[in-house]
């Protein structure tokens, strides 16, 4: 019965939202205050296509070019104007320049800022700050098998470390390589998790570096820990 009154009322509540009203509402304020990343947009710069359709990254800037300018798209929910639309666009631009877009598309990103190399300190950071951050879902994960997990602030200033001098040594792929790191310092401890229900262990610097040192000490191998 519960249950069935908690659905009524659910259903009872929508009958009074007017979703017309909801929509207009919406596109309105998408309209004059909308906000829209564009990321990795250096995979589409200088690239282009030697035969066939053109799917190339110019295609692709091409494209791009009427919606940044300001134009009426067509949305599931109706059209919707680009005029005043704030458009944000980022980019490693490793192997390409910011120069390398179409003039027309360069024209309307007119403030370019540079970013600074995350350092070991932001690593740290990103690793315990964050509401859902790196540490907080690796221990959540492994208490589903009923295994307790604690990380040290030595080990977490450890794998920061480690994060940043790999970055620094091979490609720099920012906190991205924070993933395989703690994937392989818990490697062992995932793999045999179903054999661990209700032990509790405790992951320290001394543990970190023991994981990771063998892999980081030659630049050829460490370029495989991504």
């Given at each position: 019965?519960?249950?069935?009154?908690?659905?009524?009322?659910?259903?009872?509540?929508?009958?009074?939202?007017?979703?017309?009203?909801?929509?207009?509402?919406?596109?309105?304020?998408?309209?004059?205050?909308?906000?829209?990343?564009?990321?990795?947009?250096?995979?589409?710069?200088?690239?282009?296509?030697?035969?066939?359709?053109?799917?190339?990254?110019?295609?692709?800037?091409?494209?791009?070019?009427?919606?940044?300018?300001?134009s009426t798209i067509s949305?599931?929910?109706?059209?919707?104007?680009?005029?005043?639309?704030?458009?944000?666009?980022?980019?490693?631009?490793?192997?390409?320049?910011?120069?390398?877009?179409?003039?027309?598309?360069?024209?309307?990103?007119?403030?370019?800022?540079?970013?600074?190399?995350?350092?070991?300190?932001?690593?740290?950071?990103?690793?315990?700050?964050?509401?859902?951050?790196?540490?907080?879902?690796?221990?959540?994960?492994?208490?589903?098998?009923?295994?307790?997990?604690?990380?040290?602030?030595?080990?977490?200033?450890?794998?920061?470390?480690?994060?940043?001098?790999?970055?620094?040594?091979?490609?720099?792929?920012?906190?991205?390589?924070?993933?395989?790191?703690?994937?392989?310092?818990?490697?062992?401890?995932?793999?045999?998790?179903?054999?661990?229900?209700?032990?509790?262990?405790?992951?320290?610097?001394?543990?970190?570096?023991?994981?990771?040192?063998?892999?980081?000490?030659?630049?050829?191998?460490?370029?495989?820990?991504?």
């Amino acid at each position: 019965m519960k249950d069935a009154r908690r659905l009524l009322t659910q259903e009872e509540a929508n009958k009074l939202v007017d979703l017309d009203e909801v929509i207009e509402e919406g596109t309105k304020r998408v309209e004059q205050s909308g906000v829209v990343f564009l990321d990795e947009i250096d995979k589409i710069a200088g690239v282009k296509s030697e035969s066939g359709p053109d799917v190339s990254g110019e295609g692709v800037q091409r494209d791009l070019l009427p919606i940044v300018e300001g134009s009426t798209i067509s949305t599931k929910h109706g059209p919707v104007k680009t005029d005043h639309v704030l458009f944000i666009a980022a980019g490693a631009f490793h192997n390409a320049k910011p120069s390398d877009l179409m003039p027309e598309l360069q024209g309307r990103f007119p403030i370019r800022v540079e970013l600074s190399d995350l350092t070991k300190e932001d690593f740290v950071r990103i690793l315990t700050e964050p509401e859902n951050s790196l540490m907080k879902q690796t221990v959540a994960l492994l208490s589903t098998e009923q295994v307790e997990v604690q990380f040290t602030e030595d080990a977490i200033d450890s794998i920061a470390e480690f994060a940043y001098n790999v970055n620094r040594k091979t490609q720099n792929i920012g906190a991205r390589r924070l993933n395989s790191i703690v994937e392989k310092v818990c490697e062992e401890l995932s793999f045999t998790a179903s054999e661990r229900r209700g032990e509790k262990h405790v992951i320290n610097a001394r543990m970190v570096k023991d994981r990771l040192t063998k892999i980081t000490a030659e630049d050829d191998r460490s370029k495989y820990l991504l």
